[in-house]
């Protein structure tokens, strides 16, 4: 059962002179009255009492009073909390009569119940973090919004990766005829054959005229010899056997020689001029249409990691979204988008403020469901038909809010006026 405040008791406390407040057990405590007559003050005596020193004001007595200050709140529990005499010390009684200190109160006391303007002043990360901490989601959910901006700066990369493949594919013209490759090596080969072979039939040649030259001597020898026929009868039968098997041989020679044929080489050679143009193109085209297999792998690629970073991408929304959806949220339309609070798809600097108020209070009270109380400063803010309706939310909550508000009407529960109860 969440703890309320049943009765307050002040006298003395900064503006204050004698107060005494017994709230409504759950719904709107309106404590009215004209700017500075001491209504702001009330909250403050509860601030202190309840939260410790850290919410003692530095100068907390009446200034028109001589005697300390005394503060009393009465809870639900039974506790009875006190703060008074002139180092105001902390007294806390429970129902059977034993005494404690600030920590009994620590137990249960929310310290945003008890200065809620912090959680409204803080920014839209820190209210995020609060709500997920009281839904349990906050690791689970940073885990998620983790792997959503990696799958996200992924999948953008992809997406440049893809952009940067197309337009390099979209400059490239398409695959061109490659020319059949000459062989310089088999050219040069075909030459040196050649070469070859006309080297032998010069060869040849020079056998053939060292020939005639030796048979036109040989025939000087015999016209010489004639004039001493019978002198060098035998020596001249044996130049003609010699002569004859050396005439024989120039025959044969030469019908050898005549037979061979020498290769053109220059066609070759011009060949040899071209190869290298024609290879160079030939090269070229290679690398073109590799290229051009690269750039279409490459494109592929990149579509397929950009499409399966996309699905990564919906997946991890979704998880996120399952996550929220299925939270056990303090007040239905809460969420929390890009890391920031929304109710009802507004974020914070969009909502009324009413919705607000109405956001701050429940996460406040589902911080420590043992507090059933906060305090509310400046509810002027609201009109009288959105007061009413906050006021019908509140009890519907069980929750008990003891607010302040610049009016002396008929909504409120209290009026003040210079420090008293009008």
Request: with cysteine; net charge negative.
């Amino acid at each position: 059962m969440s703890i309320t405040i049943t009765a307050l008791e002040a006298e003395r406390f900064k503006r204050i002179k004698a107060i005494t407040l017994e709230p409504t057990e759950k719904g709107l405590t309106v404590i009215g009255g004209r700017n500075q007559q001491g209504k702001t003050s009330i909250l403050d005596a509860i601030m202190y009492a309840l939260g410790g020193e850290k919410y003692r004001p530095s100068d907390a007595n009446n200034k028109g009073e001589d005697e300390p200050l005394e503060l009393k709140i009465e809870l639900s529990n039974g506790l009875v909390v006190q703060r008074k005499g002139k180092n105001s010390s902390l007294k806390v009684t429970d129902p059977n009569g034993l005494s404690g200190g600030q920590g009994v109160l620590d137990k249960f006391v929310e310290k945003l119940a008890l200065d809620l303007p912090r959680f409204i002043s803080a920014n839209a990360k820190e209210k995020a973090e609060i709500l997920l901490k009281i839904i349990g989601a906050g690791d689970s959910l940073t885990e998620l919004d983790l792997r959503e901006d990696e799958t996200f700066n992924n999948r953008r990369a992809a997406r440049k990766e893809l952009d940067k493949a197309r337009k390099i594919l979209e400059s490239m013209s398409g695959a061109v005829d490659v020319p059949e490759k000459v062989s310089v090596s088999e050219l040069i080969s075909e030459i040196e054959k050649a070469q070859e072979i006309a080297s032998k039939k010069a060869h040849y040649q020079g056998l053939i005229k060292s020939a005639e030259a030796e048979c036109d001597r040989l025939s000087d020898e015999i016209k010489y010899d004639e004039e001493e026929m019978d002198k060098i009868r035998a020596r001249v039968k044996a130049n003609e056997t010699k002569l004859a098997q050396v005439f024989e041989n120039v025959v044969n020679m030469t019908k050898e020689t005549e037979a061979i044929d020498v290769p053109d080489i220059e066609p070759l050679r011009e060949k040899i001029d071209q190869a290298e143009k024609i290879n160079a193109e030939a090269a070229e085209a290679e690398r073109h249409n590799n290229d051009l297999m690269a750039a279409r792998k490459r494109f592929e690629d990149a579509g397929e990691e950009y499409d399966s970073l996309e699905e990564d991408l919906k997946f991890v929304r979704q998880e996120r979204q399952d996550l929220l959806a299925n939270a056990d949220m303090p007040l239905d339309g809460l969420s929390v988008e890009d890391g920031e609070l929304t109710y009802n798809g507004a974020k914070w600097d969009c909502m009324s403020a009413a919705d607000q108020l109405m956001v701050a209070t429940s996460i406040v009270k589902q911080l420590n469901p043992e507090c059933g109380f906060v305090l509310m400063d400046k509810l002027e803010q609201m009109d009288i038909q959105t007061l009413a309706a906050f006021n019908s939310w509140a009890e519907s909550q069980n929750l008990q809010v003891i607010a302040t508000r610049v009016s002396t009407g008929d909504e409120c529960s209290i009026i003040i006026e210079d420090g008293q109860e009008k």
